[in-house]
């Protein structure tokens, strides 16, 4: 293989399509056709020779299964598939993926000679691959296999079309004057003459590189100007306009290349240059997922050493991603003068299928300086462990981390997770400050690592130490960041410590540059730290000037639910919290313990009185009848006539907590269905998503006790204990300071005499249910029930508030006066009043003694009422200023502690229908109004136009939250459209 220089960067070139490459025994050069199969006669192993052998007993009667992405890019890899059969494998089954169409397959896992097809066998009863569609379009994607199973149904896939920028979309700028346009960065080199102190812009869009003739190609595949070492190139490459990245696809352009055995290299700072700043661009793909290891990364460094001197080079990297990628980035093993500064850029799923990879590697060079990074993976991406050694390995001698998100997430399946979060062997001078570091470690606990590891390489000689001359000082500054170890396996003993200093963890020697022992100085102070197994009480034991909190208070993000802990000593070593993807970390200056005093997720909205939808929370993308989702499969056998999860939010609403930023949504179906779901969105973080907080009672359980005799003995069921609720109406509540979703007051099940269609007379029940943020549901009868009163119905459809500290529930049965129940006493007391029942639409006033109840009726009038709490007398207010339109009906009300008045939301009345929304009917009219309390009796009201686009359904009977941290309303509608979030002015 022949080293290729390219005046200021260089690519060690392999087999990519339709390149001519010389072979490294210098023998003629080879054409690679860009769809053909890597070729038998260049080092290539040829394909086994097929043996016949009959499918043992059995194997007919078994049924492959197909499951994975319904779409992606067009040439691009798509995620992953998983092929599976419902049967015992006996001998090893060959299955062979094809659309028809001209479309590529890879197995993740590697079959030489034969990286089309997968295997199963009886130790491997699952298999993955991925594939690229040739084109555009629709695609089938079917399996054939030699082993008499049954194939599945064919997947549908649709291929999306690339649609770039620009066809030229490298403008090359020297001073003032551009030089000329081009379509890749060869021919800027070639044709612009690239010289130093040039700029090149980049338009931004999405570009799947191909060939190296695609718009947007990146790597420099020729060099007729020979090896250039003695020029001192600086060179910036940036998005012409910043915030508009350029998107590069490459994950087919490098499985196509590297069957002959390349190494991926995207773009590299060549010998001849010396400082490089890459800013805004997004890079995908430089790997090869058929399970091979190779070195490789989106971008490499091989600045020059001549004659055994490091002078002074720099790279910066701003504002980019590095996605599925060996190493995201990747620095020469040695180059004592080289500084990299890596700030505001993303990495996610990076990894390798064999050996341990990186997000950041960076050799025996001067300083590595990491600022307000992300760091994570995406389910059904990854490899599984040794996949990812870590997201941040630095041999240089200075090694900053400050501000960053290290959220490397492993997954059910195994994928994701890495060995170590940081690890700097070669010591150094390390300050790690102000970042949030969730270790996820490996699949088994004997291989698991640390969240840092710092010294191991430079304790004995006999390791790969740091001979930099510079080396002289060996120090650790961890401090001020949120630490937690998710274990993930059983705790037996055997997963390691929070951190480790090699060798006895705490202060101790290291070797110098120079062979000698020189001492270490480790500091570490003010982190919080939590752990699900005793490794964090151990970590604060041995440096106690740290503070363990549960698990249960740290989000993914690293905000702390718990009150603010004072540092001790009150020095402020974090100069930085972080912000969010692709954004300069806040500055802070406080001696807090933990990484974040303050966060605010990007996707909030920035312009008051303006909709926009909440990226990741459409309810049916996770919770799917096909069992594809979050939740078991629903089949013909389940219960009710709405055989469907989208009916729990039939005659049902969600709730909210402030506390946390979730969505509670529990019960419904009416009649239809005995589904007892429980799920939650988390909005707390960057891409907010849904989870499943208690899986439905299994079908067979519900079946049997709906079409027995003892239907109408519980709210209950017998076999698990959870709850069931076909109706929820407004009663769902979320108290914060117990962090408990309670369902105050589990609405009756309508039955026939046998059961089987679940209609008939009323059975109520007055059971309460709790289900505590981390645990589970609450048994049957822990909360008194709600007594009976005059008119069963209204125990259960009349309204319900929570007091401001979540320590009581107000409650209205129709024409018995306003009720209260006391978690701390659980008792129910009689408050005052024996009026009728006020609005189902209300909210607690700010101070916390008043509720303030809107009429739903589309009259086109305002119909308001306040309570006070602690005598429960009713006073009707007079509303003057703007008046409702005729047609539409409240949705919900909210109390805005920054305007001093309520927020009521109003829709199109039709599509309100108040008890059933089986019709999902469209919404033609949004109108948010404010209502401002003027006297005891009387009120202003001031119409809000909201701009954007706003929810187009209505499936709930109450949606409408408002978060104070986030200064939004937080708006769930639909189950199968987003949340929707509308900043209060």
Known sequence: MTDLDRRHFLLTVASVPGV??????????????????????????????????????????????????????????????????????????????????????????????????????????????????????????????DGGLANPTAHAYEATAATPGSPTPFRLVRGDTTIGRYATLQQVKDQGGWQSGDVVKVTG?????????????????SNTGGVQTGVLVDT?????????????????????GMLSGGQPQLLTMGQSCRNLTVRGLHFRGARAPMGESRMGAAIWTTVSTANGTHPAATLTVEYCKFWQCID??????????????????????????????????????????????????????????????????????????????????????????????????????????????????SLSNNNDGNCLRYGDDQHTPTVDTNPDPSLTVHSLLLAQNTLRKYNGRPADGSDKALISIF??????????????????????????????TPRAAEFVSRYPANTEVPVSTLANNGEYTGAQIAGAPAINDAPFEWAGDFTPPIPRSDSQRGARTRYLPSWLPTTAWQWKEIPGTVWADYIRDDGKGLAPRVTELDPGPSKTYLATWEYSGPTYSRKNHEV??????????????????????????VEVVSAPTPEAARRAWVFGDKLLSTAYFPADGKPYSPHSYWNNLYSDSRDEFISFGIAGIATSGDGSTMSGSTASFRDIAGHPRSGQWRPAKHYADIPTYQDGSFEYTGPRAMSPDGNTVYYWPKNQGMKKYSFA??????VGGTTSTPSTRLAVGGDGRTTLHVEPSSDGGWVVQTCDLATGQRSNISVGGDAIPAGLQCYGV????????????????????????????????????????????????????????????????????????????????????????????
């Open 20 to 145: 001519a490459l010389t072979g490294c025994g210098g023998g003629a050069a080879q054409v690679l056709d860009a769809t053909a199969p890597p070729p038998s006669d260049s080092g290539s192993v040829s394909p086994p020779p097929t043996i016949p052998e009959p499918p043992p007993p059995g194997n007919a009667a078994g049924q492959l299964a197909l499951s994975g992405p319904s779409g992606g890019l067009e040439r691009s890899l798509s995620r992953i598939f998983t092929v599976s059969c419902s049967v015992p494998v006996g001998r090893k089954i060959r299955i062979t993926p094809s659309d028809g169409a001209g479309g590529q397959f890879w197995s993740t896992v590697s079959q030489p000679g034969d990286y089309g097809s997968v295997y199963l066998t009886a130790a491997t009863p699952t298999a993955t691959f991925v594939y690229a569609p040739a084109s555009a379009g629709a695609k089938s994607i079917t399996l054939t296999n």
């Open 205 to 221: 869009g999405t570009y799947v590189v191909f060939n190296p003739t695609d718009p947007g190609n990146t790597t420099l595949v």
């Open 236 to 256: 910036t490459i940036e998005w012409e306009t910043p915030g508009q990245p350029m998107v590069l696809d490459y994950s087919r352009y490098w499985q196509v």
């Open 328 to 441: 995201g980035i990747h620095t020469q093993e040695t180059h004592y003068g080289l500084s990299n500064y890596i700030r505001y850029c993303v990495f996610e799923d990076n990894s390798d299928p064999q050996g341990l990879r990186h997000d950041i590697y960076t050799g025996r060079n001067a300083l590595t300086y990491v600022l307000g990074c992300s760091f994570r993976k995406t389910p059904g991406q990854g490899y599984p462990q040794a996949g990812m050694g870590h997201a941040i390995k630095s041999r240089c001698r200075a090694t900053t981390v400050l501000a960053c998100m290290l959220d490397v997430q492993m997954f059910a399946d195994g994928t994701g997770g890495c060995a170590q979060n940081i690890n700097t062997p070669n010591g150094g001078v390390v300050v790690i400050a102000g970042n949030v570091i969730n270790h996820y470690g």
């Open 503 to 532: 060798p006895t963890g705490v202060a101790t020697t290291l070797l110098s540059g120079a062979g000698s022992q020189i001492p270490v100085t480790a500091v570490v102070r003010n982190n919080l730290v939590a752990s699900d």
């Open 664 to 689: 509670w949504m529990f019960g419904g179906g009416h009649a239809g269905s005995t589904i007892n779901i429980l799920t939650r969105w988390n909005l707390h973080k960057e891409r907010p998503d």
């Open 825 to 830: 006493t659980n008792t129910h007391s009689h």
């Open 894 to 985: 909210e109390w805005v502690e920054p305007l001093g008045a309520y927020v009521t939301l109003w829709i199109t009345a039709g599509a309100f229908n108040n008890e059933s929304i089986r019709t999902d009917p469209n919404i033609s009219t949004v109108v948010v109004a404010t209502l401002r309390l003027t006297g005891p009796a009387t009120a202003t009201a001031t119409l809000k136009p909201v701009k954007g686009q706003a929810p187009t359904k209505c499936n709930s009977l109450r949606g409408m939250f408002y978060d104070p941290s986030y200064g939004c309303l937080i708006v769930a509608m639909s189950p199968t459209k987003p949340l929707m979030a509308v900043k209060v002015a």
